[in-house]
């Protein structure tokens, strides 16, 4: 019962998946249009994959950020870690309880980049280091890079049973994905405050998703109607 209440949450979602989509590009347009202090986030974005794809995938460390993740998630909620293995392509936490946070985190959660805006943000309350803030963006950026490749790479290229675990494949990954963007668009709103309107984005969301249904209603409603 609680997976097909699951799978219900994530078919209401979907209108708000998509006018979120809309209004993330929409949102990237007032950045992009301040290109001179947007360009070391960008650089960052795209140096990434580069790197992933000619050099070095970087699968260790994701593995590690992946399954510390899980470690903390599950200590927020009060559960109880006794094991934690990282191994170069894989690894796996024990816990005596779980739930769907747990299991999705690391596929929502940018671990590098958050740890990245925090050390900037702790080292700011000591001393003034605003001359670093390009260098801070450029890893935003790079490490945001890491984390959307890497969570696509490991859901497409094996079958996670976490998916399945949290509540199915269509719940995890309307979740995760939903999740996903609107970490995008609240980290776009921290770096780019001046150019990002958030409040004015998700009423927009609000009403295309209201509307979204509103249609699908009234064309079920008349479509029953017309059958009768």
Request: hydrophobic letters at 55%; glycine letters at 8%; aromatic letters at 16%.
């Amino acid at each position: 019962m609680a997976r097909f209440l699951k799978f219900l949450i994530a078919f209401v979602l979907l209108p708000t998946l998509f006018w979120t989509v809309v209004e993330l590009v929409r949102l990237l347009g007032p950045v992009l249009g301040k290109w001179q202090i947007a360009w070391p986030f960008f650089v960052g974005l795209v140096l990434y994959p580069i790197l992933h794809y000619t050099v070095y995938d970087f699968s260790r460390p994701y593995v590690l950020v992946h399954e510390m993740t899980h470690a903390f998630c599950a200590w927020l909620c009060g559960y109880k870690v006794s094991k934690i293995s990282i191994k170069k392509n894989n690894g796996y936490v024990k816990m005596n309880k779980t739930n769907a946070f747990v299991v999705l985190a690391p596929y929502f959660i940018p671990g590098y980049m958050l740890a990245t805006v925090l050390l900037y943000w702790g080292g700011g309350l000591v001393r003034d280091i605003t001359v670093l803030r390009p260098y801070v963006l450029g890893c935003v950026g790079f490490f945001l890079s890491f984390h959307f490749i890497q969570t696509f790479k490991t859901l497409w290229e094996a079958d996670q049973p976490d998916l399945q675990l949290a509540g199915g494949k269509i719940f995890s990954l309307v979740t995760i994905v939903l999740a996903n963007l609107l970490i995008l668009a609240g980290v776009l709103k921290v770096l780019y405050p001046m150019q990002v309107h958030l409040q004015a984005a998700g009423l927009q969301v609000i009403k295309g998703t209201v509307t979204t249904w509103r249609i699908i209603v009234n064309y079920i409603i008349e479509w029953v109607l017309n059958t009768l």
